[in-house]
Each structure stands twice: as C-alpha cells, then as structure tokens.
C-alpha cells in the first residue's frame, strides 16, 4: 500500500487537518493517511493536552472515514520526535508499504530548520498543502497540492477562538475534559480577574475535596465562574433580551452569571449540569447543591480579594450548609451598608 504521513502536534486536531488528509485521499496516488502525533514536538513548547488525549481527538474526529488511521510510533520512539528518525523507523517496521509526507505552507517554510532535512528528502517524498497563489518559497523538490485553506490553528483553537472549526466530536471531549480551559478564560479577561478565577478554583477544589466531591467539577466550575464578566454592557443587554428576557430586570451585576452559564455551554461545550447550574447562580447564591454552595462561598472568600477569609473557610470546609449560611449572611449585611449609604 501506498501510505501518506500527516504528522503534527494536533494539539488539538481541526478540520484544516482533516482538510488535507480528505484532499490527499482524493488527489494523490495513495491508500491511506496516518495520522502521526509527535510525541514531544523539537521546534515547539507549551503543547498542553496529553500524548493520550491528541490520539483520542484524533480518532474521534476521523471516525467514520475509512482510509484514515491514528499512527502512534513516535510514541514508542519516545524523547523528542524528529522526522528523520520517525521515517527510517516506519520503512524497517512496514517493508511491504510505501510512504511519502505531506504538510502545510507553514511547515514547508520551517523545513530547512528540521533536523537532517536534506537526508530526509533523499528518503521520503512531501507533498505540500497550500492555496496555490502563493508566492512563498519550499524547497523545490516539494511537490505542490493545490487545496481551499482553512484559516485556524491549533494555537486559535486553545485560545478559545474559531471553535466552529473543530469536528463537533471533539469540541464535546475538549468541554468534557476541560481541555485548554485555562487559556480560553484567560484570553477574555483581564490578568487580575483571570488571577481570581484560578484563585476560586482552587479554593472550589480544596472544598471539593472535604467533601469528597468530583475535583475536576469544581476545578472547571471555579476557572469558568466569571467568563462573562468582562462583557461590554452593550453585548450584555443583547444576551440578556434574547436568553433571559424574564430575568433582564435583575441587577446589571448579576446578569455574568446567567449569561455566563449559557456561554460555556455554546462556547466550550461544557454540559456539565453541576457546572451550569453553579456559574448561573453563583452571585446571589442557591442553597440546593453542594457545587452551588460552594461556588458561591468559594467567590466570596477567595484569599486573593486581599482580606482574611481564613474563619469562614475553615467553616466551610467542616460544614458546608452553616459555611453558606454565614457567607450569604456577610453578603446580605453588606448589601444592606452599602444601600443605606
Ligand atoms: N488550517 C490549516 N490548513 C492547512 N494545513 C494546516 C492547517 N493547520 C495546520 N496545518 C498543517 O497540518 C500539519 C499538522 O499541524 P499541527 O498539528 O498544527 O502542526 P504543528 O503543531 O506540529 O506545527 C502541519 O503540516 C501544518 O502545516
């Protein structure tokens, strides 16, 4: 069989990936694509999700497609993934298939900075991926793939933006993992709130755990509380109107918590019911589920807010319902103080 490689770190996996394995099938002489994740990337550093989790996306999103395969031998490898290594190993451990490897513009430009690059296109043809109008340089014994681009990056994706551009599949296990969570709330706030916001979760976390409660629930609820917070007032009112319009008379500074909890639901695919319910209420409270609480209490304590909580946390990390009760007590006599003037 003839096998094309498409390697990279898809950290995570999107459609312009499966973009080019589907134009490869479709235009090139070969039977397969395989998949390569790298296992440690040389020319790259902050890759977030697992070596597990890349492969998991990957085989979720080219699920259903036939002549597609995940290929993990750059695990077995192990240490940092060069190419070179990775094709003298594939041809001693497949002798009966053919490879060539295919890649995108933006790796094509990088090719001379890769270790060995001219042993490594004496061993294997590539195939480059690209609009075709462009005028850029790849070493010319590349041979050129005319394909319609689509403009993402994994590096956009982990930021929380065109998540339209992820196989539904994989948007869902990125929301159920909470994968990239930390970069997609830092990219719509300020660096204080995104300090509180690790902050609580952390707090939601050591509560979690004298409770026995699920710690990634109350680690992602803590990190998503104030996504919306931050939302022009202009924006805001529009949500508000056309999600909850029986709740818009409601106080402005209590609208980031409904809103909030629609948004990580369309936005991350967070489905998670402990989590939506807690986000929603989180700033007037709701004394029904131990996340609810939690939250609340969690927000309103958080050690960052620079005052000595340490009372009221001890409280609540014995009894929860009398912790709520206190905290909810505190908010209500300053609300009062702060009506009277
Ligand atoms: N939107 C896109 N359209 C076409 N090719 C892409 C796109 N994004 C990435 N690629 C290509 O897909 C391959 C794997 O991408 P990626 O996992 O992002 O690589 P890495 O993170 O190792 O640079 C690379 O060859 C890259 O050039």
Redesign the pocket.
């Given at each position: 069989m003839r096998i094309a490689i498409?390697?990279?770190?898809?950290?995570p996996i999107?459609l312009?990936?499966l973009?080019?394995a589907k134009t490869a099938l479709k235009k090139l002489a070969i039977d397969e694509v395989w998949f390569m994740p790298?296992f440690s990337?040389p020319l790259?550093q902050g890759q977030q999700a697992s070596f597990a989790d890349r492969c998991f996306m990957i085989k979720r999103a080219i699920y259903g497609y036939r002549r597609m395969k995940v290929c993990t031998l750059e695990q077995q490898l192990g240490g940092t993934s060069y190419t070179i290594d990775t094709v003298k190993r594939l041809k001693k451990q497949y002798p009966m298939h053919e490879f060539c490897w295919?890649?995108?513009?933006?790796?094509?430009i990088r090719f001379p900075d890769w270790k060995s690059s001219e042993e490594l296109k004496q061993e294997i043809d590539f195939y480059v991926?690209s609009r075709g109008s462009e005028e850029i340089e790849v070493p010319n014994d590349f041979h050129k793939v005319a394909?319609e681009?689509?403009?993402?990056?994994?590096q956009e994706i982990r930021q929380g933006k065109k998540l339209y551009m992820l196989p539904k599949s994989v948007r869902m296990y990125i929301g159920k993992k909470g994968l990239y969570i930390e970069g997609m709330v830092q990219n719509v706030m300020s660096e204080k709130r995104y300090r509180h916001s690790v902050s609580v979760a952390r707090l939601c976390v050591e509560l979690a755990k004298a409770h026995h409660l699920d710690e990634h629930t109350a680690y992602l609820m803590g990190l998503v509380h104030d996504v919306c917070k931050e939302l022009p007032y202009e924006s805001a009112a529009v949500e508000m109107k056309y999600y909850y319009p029986q709740l818009q008379q409601e106080a402005r500074a209590i609208w980031h918590g409904y809103i909030g909890a629609h948004y990580i639901r369309t936005h991350y695919a967070i489905y998670d019911k402990h989590i939506g319910q807690a986000v929603f209420h989180h700033v007037k409270g709701r004394n029904r589920t131990d996340y609810d609480r939690i939250l609340f209490v969690a927000d309103k304590l958080d050690p960052s807010r620079g005052y000595d909580s340490s009372k009221e946390i001890a409280v609540c990390r014995k009894d929860l319902k009398i912790g709520y009760e206190l905290v909810k007590k505190q908010q209500e006599e300053y609300l009062e103080k702060e009506r009277k003037g």
């Open positions: 498409l390697g990279g770190s898809f950290d999107h312009g990936h973009q080019i790298t990337t790259k295919l890649i995108g513009m933006d790796q094509a991926f394909m681009l689509y403009d993402v990056s994994s």
